[in-house]
């Protein structure tokens, strides 16, 4: 049995790092992808985890495969295939850790993970399936997410989900909107940002867009703040959790260690979802917290995800 499994894009984030000395920019080569960073954040505290996606069968897929398993993330179900090129993503970091980023997916492997391909054996044995909304742009990925949100869920897997928006992945906004808002119904735990809070709500307050989430069913709301902290919403109310003070180079793969380190909060407490009182989601943030400002203070996403003790150290 998995403590977590995640499903979604696995890529290659080329992060900037500075000029070389004729001035040109330089960058990185960082393992990426939201839902699988969450599958390898979960993982490096000390939970079995597995990540289902595609990547090309060439240098970066090879690549992502093995930083899987360094990772300890079962990636049995991470198909590299010869037909499409491993997706990549290029993050200029703005000061103060803020990234705008450029991508080259028009046949990026991400998106071509089809139904058929699912590991049905490892979707019917784990405790959390973690999806995102970038597999939800294009077919088949679209039709692979649900079909394994429905597979999941229909074990008794609790659904987590992360809307990761990123606006030249959609030919719309409109279309966005539609997509991201479809998984919330079968979700029982939502992580999101204060900027997609409009996009998955119509509500721009924090509170306002859990409240709203909760009266659709979702059982545990997290809208994170960025240096605020996050908000935190269960049946029995909300409240406010605030960040530890860091100093932010990158901060790439943030939400995604705090919502790894969440979820491994969870796992450990033994409870479902809707068993979480509101003191306990408190402190499932507050070492969520502690857990994203330490990924802030390094590059990258995968490779800058902080060990138990790290966070331990800061909590």
């Known amino acids: 049995m998995y403590d977590l499994t995640a ?14 000395a004729e001035g040109q920019a330089l960058f990185a080569r960082n393992p990426g992808g939201a839902p699988a960073n969450v599958a390898a954040s979960a993982a490096k505290l000390g939970l079995r985890t597995a990540f289902i996606g595609k ?9 992502l495969k093995q930083t899987l398993a ?3 993330v079962d990636g049995s179900g991470f198909i590299l295939t010869k ?11 703005r000061p103060g850790g803020e990234r705008e980023f450029s991508f080259a997916r028009v046949h ?19 405790k959390i399936l973690h999806v995102g909304s970038v597999s939800l742009t294009d077919e088949p990925a679209r039709s692979a997410t649900l079909e394994a949100v429905r597979i999941a869920k229909a074990s008794g897997a609790v659904i987590t989900y992360d809307p990761n928006y990123r606006a030249p992945l959609w030919k719309s906004e409109e279309e966005a909107v539609f997509q991201m808002r479809s998984p919330i119904p ?16 119509g509500e721009a307050d924090p509170e306002k867009a859990a ?5 659709q069913g979702v059982q545990l709301v997290c809208v994170t703040l960025g240096e605020r902290g996050a908000f935190v919403r269960t049946e029995e109310g909300g409240a406010y959790v605030p960040a530890y003070p860091c100093r932010a180079i990158d901060a790439t793969g943030a939400g995604d260690a705090f919502f790894g380190a969440f979820l491994y909060r969870l796992i450990e407490s033994g409870k479902r979802p809707q068993e979480v009182p509101l003191g306990d989601a408190r402190e499932f943030a507050a070492f969520a917290n502690a857990a994203a400002s330490l990924c802030c203070e390094k590059y990258g996403a995968i490779p800058a995800l902080p060990t138990p003790e790290d966070v331990l150290e800061r909590f």
């Open 55 to 63: 990547a090309g069968d060439d240098m970066h897929g090879r690549f």
């Open 83 to 93: 037909d499409y090129f491993t997706t990549l993503a290029f993050v200029d970091v």
């Open 108 to 126: 990026g492997a991400d998106k071509m993970l089809s139904p058929d391909e699912l590991p049905e054996d490892i979707l019917r044995n784990t």
């Open 211 to 215: 409240d709203a989430l909760i009266a």
């Open 7 to 20: 499903l979604g894009e696995m890529l290659i984030d080329f992060t900037a790092q500075g000029v070389n």
């Open 70 to 72: 360094d990772c300890g």
């Open 186 to 201: 079968y979700t029982d735990v939502m992580k999101l940002s204060d900027e997609e809070t409009v996009l998955l709500t």
